[in-house]
């Protein structure tokens, strides 16, 4: 036991909280010989929580077996509100947007970091460029 509790330190794991049934096993005796125990559960590290903040376990009744089901939803129930990227054709049509896409892409802060960081670097940095170069006014998109 002194190992399996020092390989969830070491993982840096946490328990997911349950809902639903209190105990996740039992001996399928009665009476004075009946023992419940809460034995499993649904174990995760804290960047798969930030991931999944919604996650809920459900423990569900033991039927046909000694242990109950545990399920595990990680859909989350509220939209984001992060709004997704979206490549204009229009701005390949200015002079500045392969520069403006570079020098995100090679920063200094960059230089290290791998491709998610980068393009969420440039993402940032083209719709700021596109909002200060493009006033609603001045807009003057082309479709393809």
């Known amino acids: 036991m002194l190992s399996f509790r020092a390989v969830i330190n070491d993982c840096s794991l946490m328990e ?8 996740t096993w039992m001996n399928n005796c009665e009476g004075d010989e ?4 809460r034995l499993d559960r649904v174990m995760c590290t804290m960047n798969w929580l930030l991931l999944f903040l ?3 376990v459900s423990v569900l009744p033991a ?9 595990v939803n990680s ?10 990227f979206t490549f204009e054709v229009f701005w390949n049509e200015d002079a500045e947007c392969s520069d403006i896409i570079s020098a995100a892409w090679n920063s200094v802060r960059g230089r290290n970091a791998g491709l998610t960081i980068k393009l969420q670097r ?4 083209l719709m700021k460029w596109s909002r200060s170069k493009f006033a609603r006014g001045d807009l003057k998109a082309t479709s393809l």
Do not use: M, N, Q, W
Request: charged fraction near 25%; charge should be positive; glycine fraction near 6%.
């Open 54 to 56: 919604a996650a809920e």
């Open 122 to 125: 440039v993402f940032a940095t």
């Open 34 to 37: 009946l023992v419940k125990e």
């Open 16 to 23: 997911l909280p349950s809902k639903g049934c209190k105990f």
């Open 63 to 71: 039927v046909g077996s000694d242990h109950s089901p545990l399920i």
């Open 75 to 84: 859909s989350t129930s509220y939209k984001s509100r992060r709004k997704s």
